[in-house]
């Protein structure tokens, strides 16, 4: 279901409020996931056809991967007071080498 959402997020250039205006449903078959526009609320554009969502397949991996990387990266950084600790106890330039090192090893694509 994640990646129908993303591939909404890509057709419509932004994120849509899905309890309002975008809502999906996902009916299991066999144990198969098969998510679906269950409700299309946005005027601005037409519902997507598959096809339309099909194509946007590519980015819609790459935000799922950028989503993982980001949240990888947060549990690594620690709270916002641990890193205020390592700062004050190894220098911010030791706090940028470890960000840097974070980022090197989550790369957002």
């Known amino acids: 279901m994640n990646n129908l959402a993303n591939k909404i997020t890509a057709y419509l250039g932004s994120k849509p409020d899905f309890t309002e205006e975008v809502r999906l449903q ?15 609320n946005i005027t601005e554009k ?3 056809t598959d096809a ?20 990888n990266r947060m549990s690594e950084y ?3 007071e641990s890193q205020i600790e390592f700062i004050t106890e190894n220098g911010l330039d030791a706090w940028k080498i470890k ?10 694509k």
């Not at 790459?62 to 980001?70: G, I, L, Q």
């Not at 960000?99 to 957002?108: G, H």
């Open 78 to 80: 620690g709270s916002v």
């Open 46 to 48: 037409p519902k997507p």
């Open 99 to 108: 960000v840097d090192e974070i980022k090197t090893k989550y790369p957002k």
């Open 52 to 71: 339309e969502l099909n194509a946007l397949e590519d980015e819609a991996q790459t935000m799922s991967d950028n989503a993982e990387a980001v949240s």
């Open 26 to 40: 996902d009916d299991m078959v066999d144990g198969v996931s098969n998510p679906y526009i269950a409700e299309w």
